[in-house]
């Protein structure tokens, strides 16, 4: 047993000390992901990683400060699972990130531009954000396994054989359900 999953399992027992000791832990790795994902942002993205896996943390392990007496944490099977719903946590802040900037009230449509670079324009990011997220949820209703592993490559950045250990999948299903997932977002996102 990991040394993480023993904290988790910790913060299962209703330990809150344990969720102080599990950020310095993960926080490095939490970290590298949200790198990888901010980079596949288009340019304008505000969010820098350490505010993404800051704020995703909160809403995985919520501070007893911010919560009533007595801190209810949610509960997580193992280092992987955790870094599923971290990786879903994430996820759920961009995409509310990108609506949010979508709405008329925060600008709608308008697009932030430099007075140096006025002849430039750049599509809005959080169009595409919004497209994936439709699609990803059509995909979630059709193969929710393939949603799982597409999240997880996707905005968490694994690669297939961690996703697979993740899911406890072969790496061979793996490998099919990703080229069936791309071929499926494909379809739902450019060809309609």
């Known amino acids: 047993m990991s040394e993480v999953t023993h904290i988790l399992a910790q913060i299962d027992q209703g330990d809150p000390q344990a969720a102080e000791k599990l950020l310095p832990l993960v926080y490095d790795e939490l970290r590298k992901l949200a790198a990888a994902r901010l980079t596949h942002e288009k340019p304008g993205q505000t969010l820098q990683a350490t505010a993404l896996v800051h704020e995703a943390y909160l809403r995985l392990l919520p501070t007893p400060d911010s919560l009533p007496t007595p801190p209810s944490f949610p509960s997580f099977h193992s280092r992987g699972h955790f870094f599923a719903a971290a ?5 759920r802040i961009l995409i509310d990130r990108a609506r949010r900037r979508s709405r008329e009230r925060h600008g709608g449509g308008l697009i932030r531009k430099d007075l140096d670079t006025i002849d430039l324009a750049a ?28 999240k997880l490559r996707y905005f968490a950045g694994l690669t297939l054989a961690q996703v697979a250990e993740t899911l406890d999948i072969s790496p061979r299903t793996a490998d099919r359900l990703w080229a069936y997932a791309r071929a499926f977002l494909h379809a739902e996102i450019y060809e309609k």
Request: net charge negative; proline share 3%.
């Open 87 to 91: 990786a879903e946590a994430m996820r």
């Open 123 to 150: 599509p809005e990011a959080s169009d595409d954000l919004l497209a994936l997220d439709d699609a990803l949820t059509r995909l979630a209703a059709a193969d929710e396994q393939a949603a799982q592993l597409v």
